[in-house]
């Protein structure tokens, strides 16, 4: 999943960036809304995390511009603005859920969970391809009901791979899905993320395979 997180605090920026990261999550940072309208542009995001005071305005009137970028994009309100009216404003414009600070980590991690089980932002709750079973609601890969444990850049291949399931992914909109705006990224590096989910998919008796398209990317498929 790839998160973008709109709040000008650096400090709790790197514990969320940090925390989330630990989960699996790739999470673009941006501390103002004018770098968040062009961020979105790119249409590789999954839920945006919004402060409220930013240095160019109050983020409640963000969330129009968001939507306009991304229709339906979930939007998690995280502020230190915790009277009752406040929250009011925040729904009202539109926030899927307002999230007071400070906050535990913990509570964030749940409230992206049950966001994206919402009917109108997953279309595919599980992906059952060979004996590979993909939940996208846990981010867990299991065959045969077993948990197949991956590194964190693996298991988000295989996420997006598994939500194009039958079509070729390009190589460039699989490489947005896995790396953040800020990584450092290495030439090889998505091959050999690929390469060694292919084995770890093989060794597990997934019956399910990575084709490489030269040139062109990806394609996910059950095996004949």
Known sequence: MRILLLEDDPELAGAIQASLGRHGMVVDLVVSMAQASEALKAGVHQVLLLDRQLPDGDGANFVRVARSHVPNLPVIMLTARDSV??????????????????????????????????????????????????????????????????????????????????????????????????????SNALDAHVSKLRRALADADAQVEIHVMRGIGYLLKETA
Do not use: H, N
């Open 85 to 186: 009216a406040d929250r009011v404003v925040g729904l009202d414009v539109g926030a899927d859920d307002y999230l007071t600070k400070p906050f535990a980590v913990e509570e964030l991690l749940a409230r992206i969970r049950a966001i994206s089980r919402r009917p109108a932002q997953i279309t595919l709750p599980m992906l059952t391809l060979g004996r590979l079973q993909f939940d996208f609601v846990a981010r867990e890969a299991r065959v045969g009901g077993a948990l197949l444990a991956l590194p964190r850049r693996q298991l988000l291949v295989l996420e997006a791979l598994a939500l194009r399931q039958g079509r070729t992914v390009a190589r460039a909109a699989l490489q947005e899905a896995v790396y953040g705006f800020d990584d450092d990224i290495q």
